[in-house]
Antibody, heavy 113, light 107 residues
Framework: QVQLQESGPGQVKPSETLSLTCTVS????????WSWIRQPPGKGLEWIGY???????HYNPSLKSRVTISVDTTKNQFSLMLTSVTTADTAVYYC???????WGQGTLVTVSS | DIQMTQSPSSLSASIGDRVTITCQAS??????LQWYQQKSGKAPNLLIH???NLKRGVPSRFSGSRSGTDFTFTISSLQPEDIATYYC?????????FGQGTKVEIK
């Protein structure tokens, strides 16, 4: 069974860049779409974007100017970068394969000085 | 963007009650609709995909249906372990969009 695990800093300063990596285990990252989704504390879920293993990304227009999603098939990983963060970007960030309903456990990223 | 209007935002029901949650899509999304259960402090857990297909291992008291752009999620007999927030997700058109969530509590 495929498992996903997010990793990265739990705190980022305002105006800096949030960077997270998702490691896929138990299966290949190839031939699927891999998403990032976030959830501010006490709020609902927001899809950030996805990338196909071939390397083509698609982003939510609400974040498009600040988001980059990349994939490294040799490491079975994909990554998220979110630039110019503010306190509004404080959230639990999940990586997921929506088509298979597989999600990581999530990682809380707090934007604070 | 496709808007997913989910209702109610919360409900309180007794053990054994039938519980129904709805999501209305602003445009046709075909059958590209999932239902998730999220327990406190945990990641969302897929229960139903493609409108009505139960993920393997999910109890049969959970079900889903569709009428046009209206989608219904039902718990036929509410159990204590069903206390959670439930979300619908459309994955037909980008950006993917979620309903606002329904918090289910025990009366």
């Amino acid at each position: 069974q495929v498992q996903l695990q997010e990793s990265g800093p739990g705190q980022v300063k305002p105006s800096e860049t949030l960077s997270l990596t998702c490691t896929v285990s138990g299966g290949s990252i190839n031939n699927y779409y891999w998403s990032w989704i976030r959830q501010p504390p006490g709020k609902g879920l927001e899809w950030i974007g996805y990338i196909h293993s071939s390397g083509t990304p698609h982003y939510n227009p609400s974040l498009k100017s600040r988001v980059t999603i990349s994939v490294d098939t040799t490491k079975n990983q994909f990554s998220l970068m979110l630039t110019s963060v503010t306190t509004a970007d404080t959230a639990v960030y999940y990586c997921a394969r929506v088509g298979g309903g597989e999600w990581g456990q999530g990682t809380l990223v707090t934007v604070s000085s | 963007d496709i808007q997913m209007t989910q209702s109610p935002s919360s409900l309180s029901a007794s053990i054994g009650d039938r519980v129904t949650i709805t999501c209305q899509a602003s445009h046709d999304i075909g059958n590209f609709l999932q239902w998730y259960q999220q327990k406190s402090g945990k990641a969302p857990n897929l229960l139903i995909h493609d409108v009505s297909n139960l993920k393997r291992g999910v109890p049969s008291r959970f079900s889903g249906s569709r009428s046009g752009t209206d989608f219904t999620f039902t718990i036929s007999s509410l159990q204590p372990e069903d206390i959670a927030t439930y979300y619908c997700l459309q994955y037909d058109q980008l950006p993917y969009t979620f309903g606002q969530g329904t918090k289910v509590e025990i009366k």
